[in-house]
Each structure stands twice: as structure tokens, then as C-alpha cells.
């Protein structure tokens, strides 16, 4: 194919803000995990699929195959009426309340 880029497993984007490796970053609606630590707009390579423990809100049981959003900072099972983009879903149960959940990405 000649239009072919890349897979798109890895992209690099601008980090919105300083970014821990590990952390979400959200561009827009377009989620993904840091590979590394970035400043602010500065190049940062993130992740667009896998398995990853990300923090969550705390005050939410997850149950496994939930629908997973992210609020900016942290996972959550609340759409925020279309304003939290999904990011996945729930690969393990979470407590209530919890600080982590597992999350398996999905575009």
C-alpha cells in the first residue's frame, strides 16, 4: 500500500502538559499512555493499545469489561455526556474505592 504510514500502536504528539511516563495524556480526544517523561510541548511518543493500571476514580467499582473514559487525569466509567472520550475497558474488577484500575485500550 502506498499510503501506508505506520501501525499506530506508538504515535508521537505534543504533550499538553508536563507528562510523567506511564501517566494519560490526552490530545483532543486521542488517548494514550507516556512512553517517557516530557515538558510541555515537547515531543512524547504514547502508547494507543496494551494493558495498562491506570489511576481511576477512587469512588467507582469496575466490573471486568466495563467502558472506560478518561476525564483528563485519571479513568473513570463516566461519559460526562460525551465529553470524556473512551479509552478502553475495565480487564480487571476495581473496588470501591480504589486508586488504580486495569484497562485495556481500544481505539
Same mark, same amino acid.
Given at each position: 500500500?502506498? &499510503?501506508?504510514?505506520?501501525p499506530?500502536?506508538?504515535?508521537?504528539?505534543a504533550?499538553?502538559?508536563?507528562?510523567?511516563?506511564?501517566a494519560g495524556?490526552?490530545?483532543?480526544?486521542?488517548?494514550?499512555?507516556?512512553?517517557?517523561d516530557?515538558?510541555?510541548g515537547? /515531543?512524547?511518543?504514547?502508547?494507543?493499545?496494551?494493558?495498562?493500571?491506570? /489511576?481511576?476514580?477512587?469512588?467507582?467499582?469496575?466490573?471486568v469489561?466495563?467502558?472506560?473514559?478518561?476525564?483528563?487525569?485519571?479513568?473513570?466509567?463516566?461519559?460526562?455526556?460525551?465529553? &470524556?472520550?473512551?479509552?478502553?475497558?475495565?480487564?480487571?474488577?476495581?473496588?470501591? /474505592?480504589?486508586?488504580?484500575?486495569?484497562?485495556?485500550?481500544?481505539?
Amino acid at each position: 500500500m502506498k &499510503n501506508f504510514i505506520q501501525p499506530g500502536n506508538t504515535v508521537t504528539v505534543a504533550a499538553p502538559s508536563d507528562v510523567l511516563s506511564g501517566a494519560g495524556v490526552l490530545v483532543g480526544k486521542l488517548f494514550g499512555v507516556a512512553n517517557f517523561d516530557a515538558k510541555s510541548g515537547d /515531543p512524547v511518543e504514547i502508547s494507543r493499545s496494551g494493558v495498562y493500571e491506570l /489511576p481511576k476514580t477512587s469512588g467507582q467499582a469496575w466490573a471486568v469489561g466495563a467502558m472506560i473514559y478518561f476525564d483528563g487525569s485519571k479513568a473513570t466509567t463516566a461519559d460526562n455526556s460525551g465529553a &470524556n472520550p473512551k479509552i478502553g475497558y475495565a480487564l480487571a474488577v476495581a473496588a470501591n /474505592p480504589s486508586a488504580t484500575g486495569v484497562v485495556v485500550l481500544s481505539a
